[in-house]
């Protein structure tokens, strides 16, 4: 089964909408067709991000607290140590990263590929949504 991490502007896009590709990418959550890998520290950002866009979300604030209580259910929960920071440009980033190779990640799944210039020499790519989906066989 792949194994990714979902960056936040991933959940804050399907989340606004559920025409595209990143709506597709949640909905597939616990599906069986990927695994996801969370550590606390980002599933903290994924809920202060949500709640900062809640005017742009399409969702009520239930559903939307329901959905993040899903994605850090269904999770791989992963620790992180911070041993090797920093490699990318922003912190964040960075933390997306740690949790990819400590998780066993191939990918990244993000809007932000250039962000994560770096992270191939450890052999994870950065892959937006659709190009996910495709990897998946998850129709768009």
């Not at 980033?93 to 799944?109: K, N, Q, S, W, Y």
Request: proline content about 2%; glycine content about 8%; some cysteine.
């Amino acid at each position: 089964m792949r194994r990714v991490v979902l960056d936040t502007n991933v959940i804050v896009s399907g989340l606004r909408s559920q025409r595209g590709a990143a709506f597709r990418v949640l909905s597939l959550v616990g599906s069986g067709l990927f695994e996801h890998c969370l550590s606390v520290a980002l599933a903290f950002e994924y809920e202060d991000v949500v709640k900062r866009s809640a005017s742009k979300v399409r969702f009520p604030k239930s559903v939307v607290e329901d959905i993040l209580d899903f994605l850090c259910a269904s999770a791989r929960q992963q620790k992180i140590h911070f041993l090797w920071r920093p490699v990318l440009v922003d912190a964040k980033d960075d933390m997306v990263l740690e949790i990819a190779i400590h998780g066993g990640c191939e990918a990244i799944v993000t809007y932000n590929i250039k962000d994560f210039r770096g992270s191939q020499r450890f052999g994870i790519k950065a892959i937006r949504p659709q190009e996910f989906l495709e990897l998946i066989g998850g129709k768009t």
